[in-house]
């Protein structure tokens, strides 16, 4: 405790008997006060806005940027085979073997097969060159 | 409690800020009471620290000068002074102060803080609340005159 003089304690007990009532009108600031913190954080808002507002549109939002972002399969794999099939192509085109030229064969070639133009059909059979 | 908030606060307006603001603290955290010290106690303190608060706010509480010379007998003021005062005349002597006298003053002569604990509070010196009490006095003593009541 303080200190004080015969004119402290008496400014004292004069200014601690005072009274100043309060009024409805700060009852009721109390009380809405009171209610609001009751009714837990959902219930603040900031100019009208609630929070679960807020969670809505952010959940929105990473919605629609997932959905924008997301890898399209169908399209990507055929766009990026086309050009593959093609290189393969032209790759294994050099390797192919050439069929030679057509030759008409002459009867009587030096290399010794008998050619017939006279014998029927069914008894023909081919050079051993053109069998498969 | 609303007489209390009035002391601190120079506008009615703002002692009941104070008020609402710390019955609201009060019923918020009345679970912390304990039966240590008395309810009305408790409730003053809040009341108090609220008041304070609302004058930080306002930057009220920024200019305190210290003195290097303190003679007591230069605001000792005689006890017939405070025999007839009214309670009216007391809201004026304190609306009168500027407002780190008027909270020192409150702080130390009616609420009875130590001069250590209203230095922690006010976060000044020792020796500046000391100052602060001393010229209030003064400054009450001339109030106490103009009002016509025998100060010297």
């Known amino acids: 405790m303080s200190k004080l003089d015969s004119f402290d304690r ?6 601690r008997g005072m009274r100043r009532p ?7 600031r109390i009380e809405q006060l009171l209610s609001r913190r009751q009714s837990g954080p959902a219930a603040v808002s900031w100019m009208g806005v609630r929070p679960w507002m807020v969670a809505a549109v952010v959940l929105l939002v990473a919605g629609f940027a997932a959905f924008t972002q997301l890898p399209r399969p169908a399209q990507d794999t055929v766009l990026a085979q086309r050009p593959e099939s093609v290189e393969d192509l032209a790759l294994t085109a050099t390797t192919f073997p ?3 030229d057509y030759t008409p064969v002459s009867e009587g070639r030096p290399d010794g097969e008998v050619i017939s133009r006279s014998e029927p059909r069914g008894q ?9 | 409690m ?10 009615d307006a703002d002692a009941d800020d104070v008020l609402v603001a710390g019955f609201f603290r009060v019923f918020d955290k009345i679970d912390t009471f304990s039966d240590t ?6 409730i003053r303190r809040i009341i108090v620290n609220e008041a304070l608060m609302l004058l930080r706010k306002k930057h009220a509480l920024r200019q305190a000068s210290e003195l290097t010379e303190v003679d007591p007998a230069s605001y000792a003021i005689p006890a017939a002074a405070t025999e007839r005062l009214a309670e009216q005349d007391i809201l004026d002597l304190l609306d009168g102060m500027p407002t780190g006298y008027r909270t020192i003053f409150n702080l130390y002569v009616i609420e009875g803080y130590k001069h250590r604990e209203i230095a922690e509070m006010l976060d000044i010196s020792i020796n500046t ?4 009490l001393i010229l209030a006095k003064k400054r009450l003593r001339e109030l106490l005159e103009k009002l016509g009541y025998p100060a010297r």
């Open chain 1, 124 to 132: 023909l059979t081919p050079a051993p060159k053109y069998r498969f």
């Open chain 2, 129 to 132: 609340s000391k100052s602060q």
């Open chain 2, 2 to 11: 609303g007489a209390v908030a009035r002391r601190y606060c120079r506008r």
């Open chain 2, 37 to 42: 010290g008395s309810f009305e106690g408790w």
């Open chain 1, 10 to 15: 008496q400014f004292r007990r004069t200014a």
């Open chain 1, 22 to 28: 309060a009024g409805p009108q700060q009852w009721d």
């Open chain 1, 98 to 100: 050439r069929i030679p």
